[in-house]
C-alpha cells in the first residue's frame, strides 16, 4: 500500500491547461482508492521540499517542457524520490521529436522524410535556400514545434505561400522546429503499460490533421478500441511500437502514435512519455478494453515507479 503520494501537475508549459486535468484526475482517483496524495503545482511549489515533505512516490501528471524532457525527472533522481514513467535519459530524448526520429530512423524503423530547423539558423539563413530544401519533401508538409506536445502549434502545408507563416508559429513553441513529408493515412496509438503493449485504437478526426482541437475540443472526433485492424495487423503494431519503445530506452507506462499510410505500410510519428489522463484521454480507453479500470492503471503505474 502506497503511503504518501505526491501528484505533481501544472508548471509553466504551454500544455499546463492540459496537465491541470490530468493532475485532479489522478489525483481524485487516489484519494478514492483510500491513498494520501496531495496535489502539487510545480509552477509555485519548489520541488526540493519534497525530499523533506517525504513523499514515497512522485505521479508525475506534467505534460511538454519542466516535466516530460527530463528536467524533472533529473532532480528526483537527485532527490533519490521514485518517480513514475521514464528515466532523465529517455524523457529528454523522447521530448526531442528530431533525436527521436533520428534514433529510429539508424535501428532500421518507419518514418517518413523530414528537415530539422532551428530559429536560429532560420534567421541567419537565406529563406529561400531554406525554402528549397523543405520541397525536395514534396508537398503538402506537416510543419510542428519539436519539443512541444498536444499538437500545439502544427501545421498542415499544401500550399507553398504559407510555409513561411507555419514556420513561425511553430517558433513559437520551440527553438527549433520539424517539417516532415505529410502521410497520408489512418491514424493509430498504441498505449504500454510496463513491458505490455495494450488494444490500439483507431482515431478518425474531421480534420486533415489530428491538431489540438482534434484532440481536446471538437466532439466529432471519434475513436475506436479495437481498432479494426486484422489479429496479424494488430500484431504488426503491436510489435513495432514495444521496439520504437525499447530504442529509446523508455519505461513505466506511454503513448506511441502512429500511421497506417496508403501503402498498408506505419510510420512512426512520435511518442508520449507521460500521456494525458484527461475524460478525453485514449490510454484509459485502451487499458479499459484490456480490462483494467482507471484505478487499475493508476495502482500499476505507481507500483512501476522507481
Known sequence: MFNKIAVLYGGNSPERKISLISGYTILNALKKMGIKAYGLDTKNFPLFLLKKNKF??????????????????????????????????????????????????????????HFFLKKNDFYKKNYLEIKKNILKLNLPVCVKPNSTGSSLGVSKVDNINYLLDAIKKAFIYSDSIL????????????????????????????????????????????????????????????????????????SGWGRIDVILDKKNNFQLLEINTCPGMTPHSLFPISAKKAGLSFYDVINEILFLAK
Not at 529517455?90 to 528530431?98: G, W
Open 56 to 113: 514515497q512516490k512522485i505521479f508525475i501528471a506534467l505534460h511538454g517542457k519542466g516535466g516530460e524532457d527530463g528536467s524533472l525527472q533529473t532532480i528526483l533522481e537527485y532527490l533519490n524520490i521514485p518517480y513514475t514513467g521514464s528515466r532523465s535519459l529517455a524523457s529528454s530524448i523522447t521530448m526531442n521529436k528530431f533525436i527521436t526520429k533520428t534514433l529510429w530512423k539508424e535501428y532500421g524503423l518507419p518514418v517518413y522524410p
Open 179 to 250: 517539417i516532415e513529408k505529410y502521410i497520408e493515412g489512418i491514424e493509430y496509438t498504441v498505449s504500454i503499460l510496463g513491458n505490455k503493449t495494450l488494444p490500439s485504437i483507431k482515431i478518425e478526426s474531421i480534420y486533415s490533421l489530428y491538431n489540438y482541437k482534434a484532440k481536446y475540443i471538437d466532439t466529432n472526433t471519434k475513436y475506436f478500441c479495437p481498432s479494426g485492424l486484422n489479429k496479424y495487423k494488430e500484431t504488426e503494431l503491436s510489435e513495432l511500437a514495444m521496439n520504437a519503445w525499447n530504442v529509446l530506452g523508455c
